[in-house]
């Protein structure tokens, strides 16, 4: 049957099923219009935005939902004789609204749905019902207006010729209806008159009074106040905003006291002339435009009336609407009157200052391939050992990677006992992900390998002890360098001895392709007789599936403020940065697009990633992992079997030459290790994560353990990706040794 409820107004409402008859007859004389399918579709694609359907997969996607009988409203549109076909009720304002996400969250649309708003006066009005209604503010929309539509009216109300004479709150609704059939409007044709006041008033949330007469403006607010509403008005001249709310401040004077004890019984009786005081009172005189002002005295005289213009109308309506919504969402709780003044905010002089036009030095492209220092003309050191070999060896070890390129060491060197001594500097492994030095040892263990290998090269063998002094936790390793204990290095050694300064960190998207299982062997060979093992993934499926644990752990990792600080202030923003500082990672390695690199600049900003965090919102960034991963030939895990510093620095040693190994054979590499450092903070007492955040890690972490079961007793280490890829674009850079490295 028709909705009784729009009967006279609105447009009829019909099914298929219930109303054949009267559709099959209409059909034959109304415009037909029926894009049905194209909505399916896009219904179909709103709640799946990921998968992309296309073509006949969509087509037949669309024919499902059709298939499961009458599915979809006809609306009839008297005035217009056009019956469009639309979606069911919950489906159309699904669709509808689903383009305010993330501005207003599913949960808000919902409250905004149910609340009833009164518009009051339909110039400002009308554009401020249409906005209202375009942005789902209102369940329950209320109009009223007694005049008609006049020509003059159509420099600023939306409305066709052949409207001229129809009352605007019927206009008003009619383009409300078109966009929304299903809207819920009460019309008060005749305006606000004392007989439909209570109505026009009770179960309001919120007035919009938009009102010309002088004595329905004070006895609104008067009545609003009464039943505790609060009351918005907005006068289309310089931006003038009012907001009264009384539903806060029951005793709050109307038009902020401005004037003074006013009654609306006051003003009957009073000619327009005898009003003007009030008026001026309430718009202020001294606030309103110079041209709104050197109008009025022309009212009556040269002008028909007060002088409005569309662009402050249509101003108006946004503005009722923005406030309105952060008021009935509880963000917004003050009174008082404001200016959104276009001509004061936009205008010479006052133009905002754009970061990064010109004030900032893009990043550069940095080879991938690094230099040994050259050969010294220091002096010489005592022993056998000269300055030229420590120097190797010291910037090899240097060479190391380290979680966020911190480069958490300094070096000491004991000529008397030619003893490289490597610390820990504590104020560069404070980092949420350094879960109790975990990250720096593992990079230790790096770097021992470095001096491993690049005294092998020199010739001799480097005798390393980790954790030599228990009373010197900071003190990680030591390295025994003695040019007369011979290097036994065979060929692999002396590969990725060479290998040292072109290892690098490898971002780029590549093919995904197969990795040889003679290689995958080789790799998983370098850890025969460790406490640590390499696990590796190469099923596509598997891989898709880690790309998807993955991305949702850096998405919680770029909510989570503190981690989100530091993830921000270890990128280098420009060549200049980067090489004044000479360590984080230079922003030219992260492999961005411009639309990556322009979305990073935006998520720099805390309140956006707060307002990300509001709404569990983010979910576009693990795109990033998915590509990157989809992209790869296998992804690693080395695990071992405790957690102690010893295993992550044995764990260490056994990455870096898998590392070095992985490049010479023309492989690519990225560290994936962050969420590791995370799942490590779970099984504490002191995580660093609000509740909701250790829910979602640990679910990311059960769903990481059925794609790489660990066996018993063991940890993961350190996760990575390979893949055959272009060079990198860059490297990070590293500190020179001479800051590093003391001799004693």
């Known amino acids: ?52 359907l296309r073509g006949a997969e969509l087509e037949n996607e669309i024919d499902r939902v059709l298939e499961a009988g009458d599915f979809g409203t006809w609306a009839y549109y008297p005035w217009s004789n056009r019956l469009v076909h639309v979606l069911p009720a919950a489906e159309f304002a699904e669709v509808r609204s689903s383009r305010n996400r993330n501005k207003i969250t599913l949960e808000e649309q919902q409250r905004l749905g149910k609340v009833t708003l009164g518009v009051a006066g339909l110039s400002v009005g009308q554009a401020t019902a249409v906005t209202l209604a375009l942005e789902g503010l209102g369940g329950t929309l209320r109009l009223a207006d007694f005049d008609t539509l006049s020509l003059s009216n159509m420099n600023r109300l939306r409305a066709g010729v052949h409207e001229i004479g129809i009352n605007k709150a019927e206009i008003t609704a009619r383009e409300i209806w078109e966009f929304n059939p299903y809207a819920r409007i009460e019309l008060f044709e005749d305006g606000i008159v004392d007989s439909n006041l209570g109505r026009f008033l009770d179960g309001l949330d919120l007035l919009f009074e938009e009102c010309d007469d002088l004595k329905m403006k004070v006895l609104l607010r008067e009545e609003a106040r009464r039943r505790r509403i609060p009351v918005l008005m907005e006068t289309s001249d310089r931006g003038l905003f009012d907001v009264e709310r009384f539903d806060l401040e029951p005793e709050r004077p109307l038009f902020h006291g401005l004037v003074g004890e006013l009654r609306a019984d006051q003003l009957s009786g009073l000619t327009t002339y005898e009003k003007v005081p009030v008026v001026l009172a309430i718009i202020g005189g001294e606030t309103m435009s110079p041209r709104l002002a050197g109008s009025l005295v022309d009212v009556d005289a040269t002008l028909k009336t007060w002088p409005q213009l569309a662009s402050a109308v249509a101003l108006g309506g946004a503005i009722n609407t923005d406030v309105a919504r952060r008021i009935l969402l509880g963000s917004f709780k003050g009174s008082g009157r404001y200016f959104v003044d276009l001509e004061d905010i936009i205008a010479d002089g006052r133009e905002v200052a754009l970061h990064g036009a010109g004030n900032g030095e893009a990043s550069k492209t940095i080879a991938p391939t690094s230099t040994r220092p050259r050969r010294s003309s220091r002096r010489s050191l005592q022993g056998d050992l000269s300055r030229d070999q420590l120097d190797q060896i010291v910037h090899a070890a240097t060479l190391a990677p380290s979680g966020g390129n911190v480069q958490p060491w300094r070096f000491v060197f004991d000529e008397a006992e030619s003893r490289l001594q490597c610390w820990l500097v504590p104020e560069r492994a404070r980092t949420f992900l350094d879960f109790q030095r975990r990250a720096s040892h593992l990079a230790f263990g790096a770097l021992a390998e470095n001096i491993r290998l690049a005294s092998a090269r020199e010739g001799f063998e480097a005798v390393i ?280």
């Open 465 to 744: 002890e980790a954790f030599p002094d228990p009373s010197k936790p900071e003190l990680i390793c030591t390295a025994q360098l003695d040019p007369n204990r011979p290097s036994m290095a065979g060929a692999r050694e002396r590969l990725l001895a060479d290998w040292i300064e072109s290892r690098v960190t490898n971002r780029k998207l590549g093919k995904r392709t197969e990795l040889p299982s003679a290689l995958g062997a080789e790799l998983s060979g370098l850890f025969e007789g460790a406490s640590c093992r390499l696990s590796l993934i190469q099923d596509p499926h598997k891989l898709d599936a880690m790309g998807d644990v993955h991305g949702e752990t850096e998405r919680l990792r770029m909510l989570h403020p503190h981690m989100h600080d530091e993830l921000m202030g270890e990128i280098r923003w420009t060549f200049a940065e980067a090489e004044r500082t000479r360590d984080g990672i230079d922003v030219a390695t992260l492999e961005m697009t411009p639309t990556d690199r322009a979305g990073i600049t935006v998520l720099q900003r805390q309140d956006v990633i707060e307002a990300m965090r509001r709404i569990d919102g983010g979910h576009g960034l693990k795109s990033a992992s998915k590509k990157a991963l989809a992209s790869s030939c296998a992804f690693g895990v080395i695990s071992g079997r405790g957690t102690s510093p010893a295993h992550y620095f044995e764990a260490g040693s056994r990455m870096q030459r898998m590392w070095l190994l992985a490049n010479a054979r023309g492989l690519a590499l990225q560290p994936l290790t962050a969420m590791l450092y995370v799942f490590a903070r779970l099984d504490g007492r002191v995580s660093g994560l609000a509740p909701h955040e250790v829910s979602a890690f640990l679910s990311a972490r059960s769903a990481f353990r059925e794609l790489l079961p660990p066996r018993e007793g063991e940890s993961e280490l350190f996760a990575f990706r390979l893949a055959e890829a272009a060079p990198p674009s860059g490297r990070s850079l590293r500190r020179p040794i001479d800051e590093l490295l003391e001799i004693r």
């Open 1 to 52: 049957m028709a909705d009784d409820k729009r009967a006279g107004h609105g447009p009829l409402l019909l099914t298929a099923s219930a109303n054949a008859e009267q559709l099959r007859a209409l059909k034959q004389t109304a415009q037909v219009c029926d894009t049905l399918r194209s909505q399916i579709g896009e219904l179909i694609e709103t709640r799946r935005p990921d998968r992309k």
